[in-house]
């Protein structure tokens, strides 16, 4: 017989969970499933040479607190060690208007898919006891259950800063830690140059990156036959076709030589590219996004 006080605490993880948002409780069970995967933990190493001095924030340990440096002001400052910039993560999702489609109600779209990786990674990362934080979120990396909860409500919040700020379907660019490691995930239906142009300032600034390239099945292979009206989704306008599948093999090439183009900017500024696609799982994605950004720095 289930007893009283095993009633009560069964009632109470309940209502805890009914308070997790959806988003933050189908990312979880993701990453559990990732974490299966995941044999041990290859650390970046933990330096300990001086990197800066920053603010005292609250949660930091009073044990941080460098006395010396901050007695020459009215400022507690904290001395931070370089392995703490190489732990910081920052993520990025693009939140355009063309994130928002999917080619069948069955299939996630593209943003619903990048926004479960992007909270799915960042608590597999927690768990790893690694910094993380939302690119363009205004606030500094943490670690522990706290990261996780504070960027699952900037991603489900229509009004975040990062979804307002990414309007063109690339990151706004804002001074990062140097040895810092960053993650953008998007269509990256964008120009080329311009991608490659944001890439480049980053990985010049001493950031590791990986982009995660999100497709929609139907993008890659444009399996339409007959008349077919497609309408762009950020004031493209219109385009009528009377027999799409007469451009199908010129389109599927076009779309291979721009994935082929995204991987050459990854590989130029020492970056790794993947490719998901929405109809997929997303646990394969995540554990190689993962394995990626665990892997040793150096030798």
Do not use: C
């Not at 924030?57 to 507690?76: K, M």
């Not at 779209?109 to 597999?124: F, I, M, N, P, Y």
């Not at 997303?282 to 665990?294: D, H, I, R, V, Y």
């Amino acid at each position: 017989m289930t007893s009283a006080a095993t009633l009560r605490l069964r009632h109470r993880a309940e209502q805890a969970a009914s308070r997790m948002p959806p988003l933050q409780v189908a990312a979880e069970r993701v990453a559990a499933t990732v974490v299966q995967g995941v044999h041990g933990r290859r650390r970046v190493g933990q330096g300990d040479a001086f990197w800066q001095y920053r603010g005292y924030e609250f949660g930091d340990a009073a044990t941080a607190i460098d006395w010396r440096q901050s007695a020459r002001g009215q400022r507690l400052f904290v001395r931070q060690n370089e392995w703490e910039a190489a732990q910081s993560v920052w993520l990025w999702r693009d939140a355009s208007t063309s994130m928002r489609w999917s080619s069948a109600p069955g299939i996630a779209t593209k943003l619903d898919r990048a926004e479960l990786l992007l909270v799915a990674l960042a608590s597999l990362l927690a768990r790893a006891g690694e910094r993380v934080a939302l690119l363009g979120g205004g606030q500094r990396p943490v670690a522990g259950r706290f990261a996780v909860e504070r960027i699952t409500e900037q991603v489900a919040s229509a009004g975040d800063a990062a979804g307002k700020g990414a309007l063109d379907g690339l990151p706004n660019l804002e001074p990062l830690p140097r040895h810092a490691r960053t993650v953008l995930m998007g269509d990256f239906l964008v120009p080329l140059p311009d991608l490659d142009a944001i890439v480049r300032r980053l990985a010049g600034a001493g950031l590791r990156g990986h982009l995660v390239q999100i497709v929609d099945p139907a993008e890659a292979t444009l399996p339409f036959t007959g008349r077919v009206r497609f309408e762009g989704m950020e004031a493209e306008g219109q385009l009528l076709l009377s027999r799409v599948e007469t451009v199908r093999d010129a389109y599927v090439q076009r779309m291979r030589d721009h994935t082929a183009g995204l991987g050459d900017i990854a590989r130029a500024a020492g970056w790794t590219h993947i490719v998901h696609h929405t109809d997929q799982p997303p646990q394969s994605a995540l554990l190689a996004l993962f394995t990626a950004l665990t892997q040793r720095v150096g030798p």
